[in-house]
């Protein structure tokens, strides 16, 4: 018999951190020798999960690609951290506040496989690629490449310095579903001119789902001498990845998703040699040099970012593995059931490597505003619509409480108004 063990979690104390709040995954218990595609299907381990969460009855949630609702344990340590900042006052934030802050960038940069020197923590996405477009030293008519699936407030940046520098934006699209990586990488590379500077890529579409070849990507980029920056709003803790094998040269996710960070926590790695070209989007202290140059935060809810600790523990006590084959699992248990029904049109590839959680559905003649309004109202089943960029339909976004009867219940939803 295998031998039952918690999952090892990182020790805040090493870090200095305070150690506030009760912890309730001690009903998670887990068999750390068993393979995560067995876990993934372990009904009564994810059940135990579930009862971490205070699950909403009014509606099955298939949307928590916005952002990931907090497990009540979690909840609760960041309360119990706000109550002790609060405490303390401006004592606190003159005092312990940095050292606390700079630990928990410690801990997401060993979370991604990254040093502390390229990794710093921010608001969200936004604010981390919003601050390398913008900051970019760029010269007029340098050009940039970005796709039409990619997430508008980034498009709306490059638009800016368009206007105020002069860059050319190329526009390429990423086919819903692709027949290889080299298929993906030739869209890229045939946009590239003498005069690319920086290609900016999704490591997992927002409106779809799918997974790019992150890596590939970036070698061929390289050989032109074109840097690329990456979007992984929806990659970190979602997908299973080292930020250091990827290749890239600028880095930006939002934690408060697949982490499950309270809201306002992203991060952002920027290659160390790229580092003193940047400007930063807050001016910073001449003496103050390297990635902290462009981090700084001023007054901040600081609170916020300390509740990452917490949240790592949590991810570490599902497993990482665990996690990423239970959502792939969650997602390919509804997608297999729909893929051949007339008048369904699923946008997302199947291949394994090629999506985990997310995956978007359309009906045939039905307006994806439509087909979400009828997926609540008649089924109570909240999802969101997706109508651009060549995706037409729901984006559906399954979590970690998630069930396989609430998917059936989709299922099922799903063949009454495909028919
Ligand atoms: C692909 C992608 N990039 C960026 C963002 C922006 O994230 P945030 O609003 O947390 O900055 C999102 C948000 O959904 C996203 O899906």
């Known amino acids: 018999m295998h031998k039952r063990t918690f999952l090892k979690s990182i020790t805040l104390a090493g870090l200095g951190l305070p ?136 498009i709306d940046m490059f638009k800016q310095v368009a206007k105020r520098n002069g860059v050319v934006n190329k526009m390429v699209s990423v086919p819903n579903i692709p027949q290889s990586d080299e298929e993906i990488v030739s869209i890229y590379e045939k946009a590239i001119t003498p005069k690319t500077k920086l290609i900016m890529i999704c490591h997992i579409i927002n409106i779809t789902g799918q997974i790019l070849p992150v890596k590939k990507i970036c070698d061929m980029a390289h050989k032109y001498g074109v840097e690329v920056m990456v979007d992984g709003a929806h990659a970190v803790a979602q997908i299973q990845f080292n930020i250091s094998e990827l290749g890239c040269d600028y880095y930006g996710a939002s934690l408060h998703k697949w982490l499950a960070v309270p809201l306002g926590v992203g991060v952002l790695y920027v290659k160390k040699e790229h580092q003193s070209k940047i400007w930063p989007l807050i001016g910073e202290n001449e003496s103050v040099q390297g990635i902290n140059r462009l981090n700084h935060f001023g007054t901040n809810p600081v609170h916020t970012y300390l509740a990452l600790q917490f949240a790592i ?50 009906i045939k003649g039905l307006k994806p505003a439509d087909m979400a309004e009828t997926l609540l109202k008649k089924y109570r089943i909240y999802t969101v619509a997706i109508d651009s960029a060549g995706v037409h339909g729901c984006r559906i976004t399954p979590n970690v409480f998630t069930t396989l009867a609430e998917l059936d219940q989709f299922v099922a939803a799903l063949k009454e108004m495909a028919a």
């Open 313 to 362: 523990q949590f991810h570490h006590k599902i497993g990482a593995a665990n996690k990423e084959e239970r959502l792939r699992y969650l997602q390919q248990y509804w997608t297999t059931k729909v893929i051949s029904i007339p008048n369904i049109i699923l946008n997302t590839p199947s291949e394994s490597k090629r999506s985990c959680a997310i995956a978007n559905v359309g």
């Open 19 to 154: 150690q506030l709040g009760k912890s309730n995954t001690s009903s998670l218990i887990i068999d750390s020798n068993l393979p995560a595609p067995i876990v993934a299907k372990d009904e009564k381990f994810w059940k135990s999960v579930r009862a971490l969460y205070k699950i909403k009855s009014d509606y099955i949630n298939l949307e928590s690609g916005y952002y990931n609702m907090l497990p009540e344990e979690t909840l609760e340590q960041y309360l119990a951290i706000i109550k002790e900042v609060n405490y303390h006052a401006s004592f606190y934030m003159r005092t312990r506040q940095f050292k606390e802050r700079a630990a928990q960038n410690q801990l997401i940069a060993q979370f991604l496989g990254g040093s502390e020197e390229e990794i710093v923590l921010t608001r969200n996405t936004t604010e981390s690629l919003d601050l390398i477009i913008s900051g970019y030293p760029w010269q007029l008519g340098d050009e940039a490449i970005y796709a039409e699936q990619d997430y508008g407030a980034m």
